[in-house]
Nanobody, 124 residues
Framework: QLQLVESGGGLVQAGGSLRLSCAAS????????MGWFRQAPGKERELVAA????????YYADSVKGRFTISRDNAKDTAYLQMNSLNLEDTAVYYC?????????????????WGQGTQVTVSS
């Protein structure tokens, strides 16, 4: 059974940067599409960024476009989310997710493997 573990969250000042990692165990990431989601208190979980199995296709929510970068290293079974120019609205629990497909998946429904989440808090 594939397990995903996020790391790299924390407290950062507005304008700062963080890099989240999502490490897989129990199976490869190389045949799976990946997504990074976030959920703020009282809000629905939303897709922030997604990447296909090879890394040559990606998607970003408008709210993070130009600030966040999704990437992956299949040799390390790890995906990343580089977050720059963070603002208060980026405060949330961030989750990585995976689904076995060669496609780029930009909706929540198909993802069937989820990490436990990592807290990102942006302060003023």
């Amino acid at each position: 059974q594939l397990q995903l573990v996020e790391s790299g969250g924390g407290l950062v000042q507005a304008g700062g940067s963080l890099r989240l990692s999502c490490a897989a165990s129990g199976g490869p990431l190389s045949d799976k599409a990946m997504g990074w989601f976030r959920q703020a208190p009282g809000k629905e979980r939303e897709l922030v960024a997604a990447i296909n199995w090879s890394g040559n296709s990606n998607y970003y929510a408008d709210s993070v476009k130009g600030r966040f970068t999704i990437s992956r290293d299949n040799a390390k079974d790890t995906a990343y989310l580089q977050m720059n120019s963070l603002n208060l609205e980026d405060t949330a629990v961030y989750y990585c997710a995976a689904v076995q497909t060669i496609a780029l998946i930009t909706t929540k429904g198909p993802y069937n493997y989820w990490g436990q989440g990592t807290q990102v808090t942006v302060s003023s």
